[in-house]
């Protein structure tokens, strides 16, 4: 699910930095692009968030806290990044969130140093 999720948010920002390429401003392709964007993340966020927390089962609150500030932390610096750019078109706009979009598969890619599954 995390997969198909990611797969969503690639495919969002693709859609939204394609369509910044057009000679006007295209909302078709921003409320395109958008619309998949927001679903990969509602969909990447709750499995993301039990997918970390399980492993914490006595720690719940406190891991779920973590990560919550961790993901206000993300969204923070994600607003400073674009704050910074000197002009906001979609083109802009696109390149950022497919940027993020691929940070986020970046992390997902498992790495030879996890830790292993708990009871494995």
């Known amino acids: 699910m995390q997969w198909i999720a990611t797969l969503a948010l690639l495919l969002g920002a693709?859609?939204?930095?394609?369509?910044?390429?057009?000679?006007?401003l295209?909302?078709?392709?921003?409320?395109?692009?958008g619309s998949f964007y927001f679903a990969g993340a509602g969909l990447l966020f709750p499995v993301a968030t039990s997918r970390a927390v399980s492993p914490?089962?006595?720690?719940?609150?406190t891991a779920g806290a973590l990560l919550g500030g961790s993901s206000n932390l993300g969204g923070g610096i994600f607003l400073l990044v674009q704050g910074a750019l000197p002009q906001m078109n979609q083109l802009v706009l696109g390149g950022?969130?497919?940027a993020f979009a691929g940070?986020?598969?970046w992390l997902l890619i498992p790495s030879s140093n996890a830790l292993p599954e708990p009871g494995v």
Do not use: D, R, W, Y
């Open 14 to 24: 693709s859609t939204v930095l394609a369509s910044g390429f057009e000679p006007g």
């Open 26 to 33: 295209s909302v078709a392709g921003l409320v395109l692009g």
């Open 56 to 61: 914490f089962p006595q720690h719940s609150g």
């Open 96 to 98: 950022l969130l497919l």
């Open 103 to 105: 940070l986020v598969a």
